[in-house]
């Protein structure tokens, strides 16, 4: 049988990079991507190389150009040939009262975490429905669950992340594709770092007190989640156990939603 094929958006940092470790372990091939160009990745490439038999490539796709997900899961094909695990990873942030939102702002969170996930699902149901076998996996967010305060591109975003997920659910699921939304709360990486300074300014707070009273405020546990728990949960969700799990929204949010 041939090795497993992840095309993994969004996989130089953060949470997409321990998806894509998770998935080097698991002797997986896998297509990392960023919109930086290749060179700026080469360190990265050798590091996921050793830890596993697959092949690993970066692919270089802006996807603040939403159709540009659709040329990149194309590519992976073409490369691979086929996609057996998409991870629709790829997001960023803007903290702006909404009378304040630049548009542009709305238009890339949108285009990034959005409109890139549906190309990119167009171009990889198809092959994985044909195969009899894929995995969709959506890295939402607590915000698809739940709305905070000036973040109003990122909770409209995610929420309808969470709809789409459940959409294709419904249309894959005599296919043997699963369709399933992570909806983690506070993971400490780069995009939270930098909320933190953006938070700090619109709440006129210091950034220890942005952490302690604004950003982990909603969460229970009062600590970050890491993001090899948010890895750990794509790996089982890649698996034959949980073959039953589709259109569903899996919060990992220290208690966030239970409230
Ligand atoms: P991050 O900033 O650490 O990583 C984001 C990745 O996306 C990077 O590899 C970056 O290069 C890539 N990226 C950004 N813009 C891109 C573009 N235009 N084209 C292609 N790639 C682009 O962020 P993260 O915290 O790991 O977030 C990953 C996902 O998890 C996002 O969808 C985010 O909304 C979601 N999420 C994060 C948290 C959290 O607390 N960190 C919580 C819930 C959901």
Known sequence: MSKRVALVTGSTSGIGLAIA????????????????????????????DVLG?????????????????????????????????LVNNAGIQKVAPIEDFPD?????I???????????????????????????????????LR??????????????????????????????????????????????????ADQARVHGLTEDEVIRQVILAPQPTKQFVQPEEIAEMAAYLCSDWARSITGSTISIDGGWTAK
Request: glycine share 6%.
């Open 147 to 196: 709305a905070s305060p000036f973040k109003s591109a990122y909770v409209a975003t995610k929420h309808a992340v969470v709809g789409l997920t459940k959409t294709v659910a419904l249309e894959a699921a005599e296919k043997g594709v699963t369709v399933n939304a992570i909806c983690p709360g506070y993971v400490w990486t780069p995009l939270v770092a930098k909320q933190v």
């Open 21 to 48: 470790h998770k998935f080097a372990e698991m002797n997986y091939c896998v297509a990392l991507n960023s919109f930086e160009p290749a060179e700026s990745h080469a360190a990265l490439i050798d590091e996921l």
């Open 53 to 85: 038999t697959g092949e690993i490539v970066y692919f270089p796709a802006d996807l603040a150009n939403a159709p540009a997900s659709r040329a990149l899961a194309e590519a992976v094909i073409a490369h691979f040939g086929h996609i057996d695990v």
């Open 110 to 144: 949108v285009a990034v975490s959005l409109d890139s996930a549906f190309h990119a699902i167009r171009a990889s149901l198809p092959g994985m429905t044909a195969r009899g076998w894929g995995r969709i996996i959506n890295i939402a967010s607590a915000h698809g």
């Open 104 to 108: 542009e702002d709305w238009r890339r």
